[in-house]
């Protein structure tokens, strides 16, 4: 094929957001996308077949304009357009940015940076209840906790309730010190982590003394009706099935409820059911009133290297998977005979 050029002028001001620190994401896009590029004053140089260099085009340009609207441009952005370009998708990148869930305390934008999380956010605006499923880093929780506090903040609910099982992972902690919060903290501290940052401690402290504001472990929502509450149930990969189905028979008249958990890490015991598996079953064909988001390594949002992890060990599952199929199927073949 022939080798064509294109040029692309980039403001001096945002060259170095655009191309990273020592060119790193310049030479990402290179590496990826099997182009060259060099640079003359604030013009760009993009050189390579036809088809690879419309898609560098294409993603130094969306990155661009990020860049103009004020974003710091991160690794994980560079990651995202170059796997948008491979569906040419790419021009999807500037829509998710137009999208603000709501600032920090810092006044930083929270905002779905993936399609997937876009699919999510939707949902829990469109739905009464949502299950979002998908492995560490996709933005479950924080993005449920963000909608939370939004949707407490535009009084469309009187109250936040957070609540996850307090269950070990893996270790026997022993017998925590102080009183019942103490006790539960630890398990509940993600939850917390994500509050602080959107709210602010003084906030969430005076809300959670007046009661808006509650976290607690899944045992206290036994019994209770949640009416006009927007509530999260965090880590339910860990809840029985029998836990799952009292969380949800709690719902009341105006509230919302999240569910979130990652079915790869569960730790129920080896023979236990998973209550968030058993609910997906259950509820399943109840996709017109209830939302279910599946979220993915593609929708990781931490270093590139938690992507990079959650993917080899998809694939892993999926060999180990493939390979108890194949033998289970030559053992059924082999009783026939």
């Known amino acids: 094929m022939s080798t064509v050029e294109r040029l692309i002028k980039i403001p001096n001001a945002h060259i170095q957001n655009v191309c990273g620190q020592y060119d790193v994401f310049l030479k990402k896009i290179e590496r990826t996308l099997k182009v060259s ?48 370009s491979m569906t040419e998708q790419t021009q999807e990148i500037l829509e998710l940015d137009r999208e603000v869930i709501c600032h920090t305390i810092q006044g930083k934008a929270v905002k779905p940076k993936t399609l997937g999380q876009q699919r999510y956010v939707q949902q829990m605006r469109d739905n009464m209840i949502v299950f ?9 929780t924080y993005l449920a906790m963000a909608m939370a506090i939004t949707a407490f903040k535009n009084n469309e609910v009187n109250r936040i309730i957070l609540t996850r099982p307090a269950i070990e992972a893996g270790e026997k902690l022993g017998f925590l010190p102080g009183d019942l919060q103490s006790k539960v903290d630890p398990y509940l501290r993600p939850l917390y982590d994500a509050l602080y940052q959107i709210m602010g401690a003084e906030t969430f402290q005076k809300n959670m003394e007046k009661g808006l504001i509650e976290v607690a472990p899944l045992a206290y929502m036994r019994g209770r009706t949640l009416d006009n509450a927007f509530v999260v149930l965090d880590e339910a990969q860990n809840t029985t099935p029998a ?42 064909r109840m996709d017109d009133e209830i939302g279910i988001s599946y979220l993915s390594s593609t929708d990781v949002v931490r270093h590139p290297l938690v992507q990079r992890i959650v993917k080899a060990y998809e694939d892993y599952e999926n060999r180990q998977a493939n390979r108890s199929r194949s033998k289970s199927h030559s053992g059924s073949k082999g009783k026939k005979q």
């Open 37 to 84: 590029t060099v640079f003359r004053e604030d013009q760009l140089k993009v050189i390579g077949e036809e088809r690879e260099v419309a898609k560098a085009v294409q993603v130094i340009t969306q990155l661009l304009v990020l860049s103009e609207r004020g974003n710091d441009i991160t690794e994980q952005n560079v990651d995202y357009a170059l796997s948008l």
């Open 132 to 140: 979002g499923v998908g492995p560490a880093g996709t933005g479950k």
């Open 243 to 284: 836990q799952m189905k009292m969380f949800l028979t709690r719902i009341g008249f105006g509230s919302k409820a999240v569910i979130t958990g990652d079915l790869t890490q569960k730790d129920l015991a080896p023979d236990a059911k998973s209550g968030l598996e058993v609910a997906l079953k259950v509820l399943g």
